[in-house]
């Protein structure tokens, strides 16, 4: 956890955790939009023969769980479906709104949902397993529905670091070659509680990693908010009437990301969350990818277009990829 992140409560986050279950008793944008099949099929032209297959991880996203309409029944069957191909990932990555929602919660109510997700992890994920933290995954930062302060211990992302056991906000780890960066989108703002950004401590860390990452290693940056996202034409009307909902839609600093990625043609994939919409947008040299959502619209059915699901991605040793995104036959419950 990052000093300058406001919601770094200084505890030991484990044993908070713990001992707070236990007292608690709670047993378009100027680029070119493709469909997904014209992009997927784009990476993978180039020497097709020799370029050799790297890794397969599965991006599930947006699990949403608590403790209504079936959601850890749906969260364990997606689990499991993702675990059950021939081939199956060799690790899962979680891309935040792990829980329904800590941000206007009571502890009481967000220990729960993370109690949950605990559960279903440890009876149905038999992988290595990624994090990246979402907007849903915050406590209390809405302070009047969460009856918070923000000066209680775990307050802000304290909780879901721990539950993720994160020791930081954002990281990285390599995997076959590949470079992955794991960023911390949700940045806090004091009117509209929100919005997509890197702060400046990360923004920092973020260009470092980049500039010592070598030219040859292909890189994937994963975020929960989308750097770029055509999302504007699903929720416009929404936009419309409620538009101090806009910063929280994308990163609102991504002119500065694109400005940085231009100095870097190894960074090849964005991988994200957040909107529900499965999407793919590929700009100039670099693929935006939104793996919709495990819960779909929140365990009610389908969100727009968009049916519950997850993505499988295949990395090559040539920078290339692909991807699906693969339903796993949820019904959503009445
Ligand atoms: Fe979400």
């Known amino acids: 956890m990052k000093p300058s992140d ?23 944008l100027g680029g070119l939009i493709s ?132 020791k930081e906000r954002y990281y990285t780890f390599d995997q076959a070659g590949w470079r992955f960066i794991v960023l911390d989108s949700i940045h806090y703002d004091e009117n509209i509680i929100y919005r997509g950004e890197l702060d400046q401590e990360q923004f920092e860390w973020f260009a470092k990693q980049l500039k010592n990452t070598p030219s040859t290693m292909p890189v994937i940056v994963i975020s929960h908010i989308p750097i770029l996202t055509a999302s504007d034409f699903v929720f416009g009307e929404i936009l419309v009437t409620q538009p101090h909902r806009r910063p929280g839609l994308s990163h609102q600093d991504n002119y500065k990301i694109m400005k940085l990625f231009y100095q870097h043609p190894n960074v090849k994939l964005c991988l994200s969350g957040h909107t529900h919409s499965t999407e793919v947008i590929q700009l100039h040299d670099k693929t935006f990818i939104n793996s919709g959502a495990v819960c779909g619209l929140w365990w009610k059915g389908n969100h727009y277009h968009t049916s519950e699901g997850y993505n499988m991605i295949d990395l090559y040793d040539d920078g290339s990829f692909d991807h699906e995104y693969i339903t796993y036959n949820w019904e959503a419950k009445k």
């Open 6 to 28: 406001p919601s770094a409560a200084n505890f030991s986050r484990r044993h908070f955790l713990n001992q707070t279950i236990a007292a608690s008793s709670l047993a378009g």
């Open 35 to 166: 469909s997904q099949s014209e992009v997927q099929a784009a990476p993978t032209q180039n020497n097709k023969a020799e370029k050799k297959h790297a890794v397969r991880f599965a991006h599930l996203t947006d699990t949403h769980v608590y403790s209504g309409r079936s959601a850890a029944k749906g969260m364990s069957e997606a689990f499991q479906h993702a675990q059950s191909h021939d081939t199956p990932p060799e690790f899962i990555l979680t891309g935040g709104d792990a829980v329904m929602d800590t941000l206007a919660t009571t502890l009481k109510s967000g220990l729960e949902q993370w109690k949950i997700w605990e559960s279903v992890l440890k009876n149905d994920c038999s992988v290595p397993l990624h994090h990246c933290i979402g907007n849903h995954d915050v406590w209390g930062w809405d302070k009047k529905r969460s009856k918070t302060k923000g000066t209680e211990p775990g307050w802000g992302k304290g909780i879901a670091l721990d539950q993720f056991e994160m």
